[in-house]
């Protein structure tokens, strides 16, 4: 046989990243991916059966990540897909000029995300320039992760 210098890259279907669910069994504040986007679900109304097919549920969600919002109209009896949304609580160590956020776990292992400018950016900012000590909770969905808000750090719970 002969020698062969391939590589083969494996491929990510991102299945792995979700899980599917009946349209009718999604609720209000639940997760759906609405047009490839991890959305949490703000709106949702089903109409009646028609005469030539299923009741249809209208769900509206804003990208978790984003806040942008998305629409989808799906039977219900059909399935989504609903992602597989994690939130962790990290210590908050530092934040650098470009939006990176510095946190530790519990175990001691620091970690690095990045904080759009927002509401929870500006409160991080605010809480940093008091020197209070604080946790930041990082919501992470389909590889990505975001930090999502912030608690006050209680010494005594740890």
Known sequence: MG???EEFESGNAGASETYPMQCSALRKNGFAMIKDHPCKIVEMSTSKTGKHGHAKVHLV???IFTGKKYD???PSTHNMNVP???RVDYQFVDIDNDGYITVIDDDGVDYQFKVEPGEV???ILDKKSKD???MVTIMSA???STAAGIKNYNASSK
């Open 3 to 5: 020698d062969f210098d």
């Open 61 to 63: 969600g804003l990208d």
């Open 72 to 74: 989808d109209i799906c």
């Open 84 to 86: 597989h949304v994690k």
């Open 121 to 123: 950016y500006n409160e």
């Open 132 to 134: 209070e000590q604080f």
């Open 142 to 144: 389909c590889g990505n």
